[in-house]
């Protein structure tokens, strides 16, 4: 197994540089799926303690990025086709309640906030930092549609899909992609057209189910 292409973790706190360090070297592909994580093996290579590193695998397989694999342990997780394909009907038919019930609830404001939280990550880099200012932007809609339950039922979903969305923030091509999809859910809104609307949800997931399921 080859670690060589790891840099060093320099930043504090440990356990978040060599999290997303470990992100981003499994969502670009350099560390492939079906490859072994030991820890003291990555801990040497970032110059850090197995402490951090174990932290960060932890995290990982929560996220569904890393299984856990009999006599091997750790391992980096292959995406599974049929977990994507169910996944993604769900948020998809879930965000399209969610655009309709937050259109209902919209203020001149929120499009306004809308439109800087999507503006916010055009300068960003690490792909965690873009993911997370992605990922307010759906809260904002969830928010915005007064509706806890489907905010929970979403919630349900965040394993599969926010590991997904980390896959896509590495990714330069559907990054942009992302921002000018999310760009034509707030030009519905802002029409309040619930049927446009609806549609650039759709386009949207679907762009991001077909992007998730190439990389498999």
Same mark, same amino acid.
Request: charged residues 30%; contains cysteine.
């Given at each position: 197994?080859?670690?060589?292409?790891?840099?060093?973790?320099?930043?504090?706190?440990?356990?978040?540089?060599?999290?997303?360090?470990?992100?981003?070297? /499994? @969502?670009?592909?350099?560390?492939?799926?079906?490859?072994?994580?030991?820890?003291?093996?990555? +801990?040497?290579q970032m110059n850090v303690s197995a402490t951090p590193v174990r932290e960060a695998i932890r995290?990982?397989?929560?996220?569904g990025f890393v299984e856990t694999v009999p006599y091997r342990g750790s391992v980096v997780r292959?995406?599974?086709?049929?977990?994507?394909?169910?996944?993604? +009907?769900?948020?998809?038919?879930?965000?399209?309640?969610?655009?309709?019930? +937050?259109? #209902?609830?919209?203020?001149?404001?929120?499009?306004?906030?809308?439109?800087?939280?999507?503006?916010?990550?055009?300068?960003?880099?690490?792909p965690t930092d873009i993911y997370e200012s992605s990922q307010k932007f759906d809260d904002y809609?969830?928010?915005?549609?007064?509706?806890?339950?489907?905010?929970?039922?979403? #919630?349900?979903?965040? #394993? @599969?899909?926010?590991?997904?969305?980390?896959?896509? +923030?590495?990714?330069?091509?559907?990054?942009?992609? /992302?921002?000018?999809?999310?760009?034509? /859910?707030?030009?519905?809104?802002?029409?309040?057209?619930?049927?446009?609307?609806?549609?650039?949800?759709?386009?949207?997931?679907?762009? #991001?189910?077909?992007?998730?399921?190439?990389?498999?």
């Amino acid at each position: 197994m080859n670690y060589k292409n790891i840099n060093g973790v320099s930043k504090l706190p440990l356990n978040e540089q060599v999290y997303r360090t470990l992100v981003e070297l /499994i @969502t670009n592909g350099s560390i492939a799926p079906g490859t072994e994580l030991k820890e003291q093996h990555l +801990a040497k290579q970032m110059n850090v303690s197995a402490t951090p590193v174990r932290e960060a695998i932890r995290r990982l397989a929560s996220e569904g990025f890393v299984e856990t694999v009999p006599y091997r342990g750790s391992v980096v997780r292959m995406l599974n086709q049929q977990e994507i394909t169910e996944a993604y +009907a769900c948020r998809e038919a879930l965000e399209r309640l969610a655009i309709v019930e +937050a259109i #209902g609830h919209l203020q001149d404001q929120d499009i306004e906030n809308l439109n800087e939280l999507v503006n916010s990550y055009q300068s960003m880099d690490d792909p965690t930092d873009i993911y997370e200012s992605s990922q307010k932007f759906d809260d904002y809609i969830y928010g915005l549609s007064h509706n806890q339950t489907l905010h929970n039922l979403l #919630g349900m979903l965040k #394993g @599969t899909i926010s590991r997904d969305k980390k896959y896509s +923030a590495a990714n330069v091509e559907r990054r942009v992609e /992302i921002y000018n999809e999310h760009k034509e /859910i707030i030009k519905a809104m802002e029409e309040r057209d619930v049927e446009k609307a609806k549609e650039a949800v759709s386009k949207h997931i679907r762009n #991001g189910r077909k992007f998730i399921e190439n990389k498999g």
